[in-house]
């Protein structure tokens, strides 16, 4: 190819390549007659197109109409009005292929495009032996890109008609453009690579035969466009997912950490680029994260098995290169989705930017705003739903512990050079914390945390000391959150009943609590019976914070200052509490604030300020206290231009004064003297002017409420403050007589601007009146941009965490209904709030009362109605239809339910992702967004069988047998059988996440898990054995499905994602074993498909936990007791291969790991615990109460008497 190319380019052909110049005589030009018939007019062109005499130019303007007869004839009948053939058209048309100018040449391979349509025609096209001519064009480089472009579409219209008749010479050509198009700089090679990738996935054996593989792996280490590189390592990932393609395309995609592993490593324009080796670094980092966010990748480049890449990456750590280190630095960053902190030497700075509370940009008002923040900080309803992303995390965290990152980092952290050690630190703590909630105890917590680091420290090393000081306030720091950014969300929270909650009260400051201790309520039926708060607290909660709200280090060195001056002063001026009724004391403490005396706010002392605010001594209004209140009222009205016009720095912590505005009013509205109400009224009666100015002047933008102002300014907290007065009736009533609310709705209806719609909503308080609901339910059926009800229908979820007094009564009926909406986006939107809702049975109780007919809303709205049948009330409901629905799944939506999943999956891990509208667009972005990934969705089967009456109902009209015998066979050869064997196991999957499932599939001697593991440890195709593993991590999301799993050595974790310091306990929980009637699959013959159960017969006792329920219990059982469980226990070959799982309430983790380990009477112990870990042999004695449930075989082999502990 390589010296047909030269010959084409270089030869005497060269010197004709010119382009045709249109000629001025009529004669040249020709239309189609529109009198005549389509064959007639293809007769003429056809005789005209064979005369050589006919000109260059005539014949341009002949294929051009002959290509739009092909056109037309495709849209009708095949070619049947033209009376030609298609072998008749390409004899005609094979001459102009080879013709002089490019021009003719391009317009030929446009025609021959529109005369393809059947197999039947690729086949022709090739015995006619085009495709050299067609590869001639391809190759050719003198100014024809319009005739190479007609050419590659040429090939993309025969890969959509017959992939399996493409000719290898035309692969081999594209194949030779893609390994030569970076050097020569062809315009053609991304739509070259493209088509490669086309072929990958429709032919993929022709591709591996001519050498498409090495082409493909040696562009993407030479690509560093994200959306690029991503689409071709996925067709490196799709030929290592089935056996047969990977047995042959010999893909190795540990190559692709060369960059970071080989110093000397140089390729194609890097050698020449001055910025090389950056841009080696970011060609290597956009490959390895597209590998390892996919479960082949993963699979793949981490197995222990083969020649790791990961491990190569791991010890390349160790070397003392600092450009190496920080580019792994950056990938370990972007693969843990962690915001990398700013290249600086100070550990504070590092460690805001891995603060979940910090100021993050999405909560700016023209981003997210409160919306954005309260779903991010305020812990979800959903904390007990799997999650396939956190699965897939899950098992990254296992292979970093297996292949040591975390010893590599601390060398990393002890080096000499201070900005590597300082982000090294970092990730180091966030990995600890990951691995801590997500991985289980016997893995995790078995060995010493970072002995080398504290190695390193007790001798002395600065770098070591600082790190370790840097870890423990990165603890302290996680220890106070959650903790709100925004004085809104903060509202929010102390009006529902989330605040009474264990998570949030522990932070609380018990000497501003006046009044009994609250409850703890950890249900939504708290919000209902909750009592108002605003006696309770004052204008925030006063949670620690280790750090400033701000980013800066400039306000956290203000925040830290003021609080040090105003403690001072507490200790230096303030009275005991009975002096404050002193009339001296409290001149002096007004004299102090410089109210009365500067006119000038910048030089009050906002801290005296709020100290008088808060306390006693204004219950008793005074000429001078009267005119100090007078003077705050001034400074925050609007139309003074005081408060209004004080600039709002995004990120920045708030200035005092903010916080004392929300005191005022407390002080105004608490207080009965008459001159306070004066004072209140007059100043909402000026807002409520500035509103009514929004609305009726001609622009907007020339108000002082601009949407401008609102963004930059302290204008935005009036909205606050009007939120502060709906706390009580008196403020309310304020707020009436002055036409606020009035105002309020008529913005929310009329307006452009979506900012005055997101303050509107997110500053009211809904606790306890009906009028701001009121202004929220016209907000999200009436506001007049579709962004102004998204942002509505999304802040539902906000007001739903915080657990709201009686939201089940009035909000869940507004969900409800925004799932009507006209735009698609709102919809799902609203969709989302209420399939989190489902997961509170008090919210879903509610629901299921008003049966709201979702069908119609597509996949989303029957997964969400599938809830409805978990409880007996929607199972004895009228409107049930229970046999109609288990057929409904039945007969085809199980498999449906497959690539819901797997498109919820893919959306989540690629940049391939679904806007608002819920339709994937192009990869038309280089990052991928902050999304929260979605937890895997309801299933039927899962819901019928949380209760006995819909397990009855799926046993009688559900195909569970089937399902099984689908899952023993476990026949994955093609799409097809995937699928199927897909479905089954989600399904049966599903049925395990209550107990009344399990028991059923004890009884039917189904052995289901077992099967499980076989197909998720062996399997050779890696989809079936991805969905495996989520489907072992979706049944030990129960106490019921980790305890059986826990049977068959598969460990979990036993708390849910809102346990961010879980008391970690030991799995052996038996009481005279390590590991009691636990079975290991080392001795298991290869795999194969179709003798599933036959592997497991002979690779499995007959002593196992839940078979010997079957057994009459009359009959002996001391070889339960004692012979097997001893022979697991003791005589385990200590190099066989362990199975390790670990499970978060949906984080589940399944990796065969070889390893050599001593072997000692723990033998079997060790094979779950990381390599070089120490045993703990102190043993938990875990109570009945505490794991829910009696171990049979302990009962009846260890005492002999056969009988049933009470549970």
Known sequence: MASLHSSWRFGKRSKLQLRIKVSQDPEDFYRLDPTRSAAENAFDIYSMLCREETRDTKRLFLLNALASLCLAARKGSHHSNLRFSTEELLYCLSASLVHTFTQVRAAALRTIRYALSTPKDIKAFNSLQLQHLLCRSIDLMLKNDDERVQALKLVRKMLAIAPEDISPVVVRCLVS???????????????????????????????????????ITRNVLECHNPRIAESLCGVLLYLLEWPQTRNMCGVRLDCLAAPYCDFTYRLGIMDKNKDARELRYTSCRLALLSVLRSWTGTLEFCDPSKPSGLKAIVDALYLNQIEVRKAILDLLYELLSLPQPAWTDDYAVALQAVDPSDFQD?????????????????????????????????????CFLETGLLNALVEVAVASDQFVSVRATVLIGKILQLMHTHLPPDICCTCPALPTLIGHATQGNQQANAAVAALQNYQKMLR??????????????????????????????????????????????????????????????????????????ESQSQSSSSSLRSSFRL?????????????????????????????????????????????NCTRKLDFTLGKFLKRLVD???????????????????????????????????????????????????????????????????????????????????????????????????????????????????????????????????????????????????????????????????????????????????????????????????????????????????????????????????????????????????SLARIEDEIKYWRNGYNKRYVLLVEADTHSSLTLHIRNEDGYYSRRNCNQRPQTVPPNIAPHLYGQMVQTSQGMTALSKYGDLPQLLDLLTRAKCTDDAECLELKAAVWALSHASTHANGIEYFVEQNARLYEKLIVLVTKCEVYSVRATCFSALGLIAGTQAGANILFKLNWLSVRHDRNTMWPVHQPEDWM???????????????????????????????????????????????????????????????????????????????????????????????????????????????????????TDVISLLGGGGGGGRGGR
């Open 177 to 215: 453009l893609a390994d030569s198009g970076i050097e020569e700089n062809d315009n053609l090679l991304r739509a070259c690579l493209a088509t490669l990738a086309e072929i990958a996935v429709l032919n993929p054996a022709l591709l591996i035969v001519c050498g498409g593989v090495t082409s």
């Open 362 to 398: 999405s909560w700016l008002l023209s981003n997210g705003f409160v919306s954005a923040e309260g779903r991010s900080i305020l812990p979800s309803l959903a904390a007990r739903a799997p999650n396939v992303v956190e699965q897939h995390l899950a098992l990254l965290l296992y």
């Open 480 to 553: 106070q959150r959650p903790a709100s950014c925004s004085l809104f969300l903060d509202s929010i929270i102390q009006g529902g009943a989330l605040i009474q909650t264990r998570l949030f009260r522990r932070y609380l400051n018990v000497q501003e609590q006046q009044g009994p201790a609250l409850q703890l309520q950890d249900t939504a039926a708290a919000a209902g019976s909750s009592v108002p708060l605003s006696g309770y607290f004052h204008a925030t909660l006063d949670r620690q914070r280790l750090d400033s709200v701000s980013s800066s280090d």
């Open 571 to 615: 200790k230096r001026k303030f009275m005991p509490q009975a002096l404050f009724d002193n009339f001296r004391a409290l001149n002096r403490l007004l004299t102090g604030s410089r109210v009365l005396t500067q006119t000038d706010a910048n030089l009050w002392d906002w801290d005296v300020i709020t100290t008088i605010l808060r306390s």
């Open 635 to 877: 400074f925050y009205k609007p139309s003074n231009n005081r408060f209004s016009h004080q600039d709002l720095v995004p990120g920045h912590s708030m200035p005092a004064f903010v916080s004392a505005g929300l005191d005022l009013i407390d002080v105004l509205v608490g207080s009965r003297q008459l001159e306070c109400m004066r004072y209140i009224t007059d100043y909402f009666s000026d807002i409520s002017q500035h509103l009514l100015a929004v609305t009726t002047s001609n622009r907007a933008h020339d108000c002082l409420f601009s949407p401008q102002h609102m963004n930059n300014t302290m204008c935005q907290q009036y909205f606050l403050y009007i939120g502060r007065m709906c706390r009580t009736r008196k403020g309310i009533e304020v707020l009436k007589n002055t036409t606020v609310f009035e105002y309020l709705i008529t913005l929310v209806r009329v307006t452009d601007h979506v900012c005055y719609v997101k303050l509107i909503v997110s500053g009211l308080n809904y606790s306890f009146e009906k009028l701001p609901r009121q202004v929220l339910e016209k907000a999200l059926t009436s506001a007049k941009t579709r962004s102004g009800r998204l942002y509505a229908t999304q802040f539902m979820a906000v007001l739903l965490r915080a657990r709201l007094p009686h939201f089940e009564v009035w909000g869940i009926p507004l969900i409800i209904h925004q799932t009507k909406d006209a735009d698609r986006s709102v919809v799902l939107a609203a969709m989302e709030v209420l399939e989190e809702a489902c997961h509170d049975k008090y919210y879903l109780e509610e629901i299921v009362s008003l049966w709201p007919n979702l069908t119609l809303r597509g996949d989303v709205g029957r997964l969400l109605m599938s809830r409805y049948y978990s409880l007996s009330r929607g199972l004895n409901s």
């Open 1071 to 1189: 009481s005279n074993q390590y590991t009691p009637v636990r079975h290991f699959y080392e001795d298991a013959p290869p795999y194969n498909f179709t003798v599933l159960e036959d592997q497991i017969d002979g690779s499995y006792y007959t002593g196992s936990y839940y078979w010997n329920l079957l057994i009459d219990q009359t009959e002996p059982m001391a070889g339960v007791g004692t012979g097997p469980a001893t022979a697991v226990g003791n005589n385990q070959d200590p190099n066989s291969t362990a199975t390790t799982t670990t499970m978060d309430d949906g984080h589940a983790l399944a990796l065969h790991v070889n390893r050599t380990l001593p072997g000692s009477g723990a033998a079997a112990k060790s094979k779950t615990l990381p390599e070089g870990s120490n045993l703990r042999q102190g043993k938990h004695q875990r109570s009945l109460s505490e794991s829910k449930t």
